[in-house]
């Protein structure tokens, strides 16, 4: 997994959670392959060239064609979901 060991060396503060990211992404992938798929796109979903939409059950599309403001829209959407699971797992 060298995209993790990546990771790891530009962020060695978070080396001690090696075996959570991995068990995350196994979980993910898992998902990924018997769920639900979530798109989170801009500029309409037309990254890899409108491809990813056919991949995507739910897609979430942010109103800019600039990288850098659809990440910039992109975070506040990811906070927000992971607020929303955080109330519906475990209240407030």
Known sequence: MDLLENLLIRYPNITHIRKNIQSAYEIMREFYRTKCKLLVAGNGGSAAGGKLKEFADVIIQVPESETYLI??????????????????RFGE
Request: proline share 6%; charged share 15%.
């Open 71 to 88: 990440q910039e829209l992109h975070l506040p959407i990811y906070h927000c979901l992971c607020a929303m699971l955080e109330y519906e």
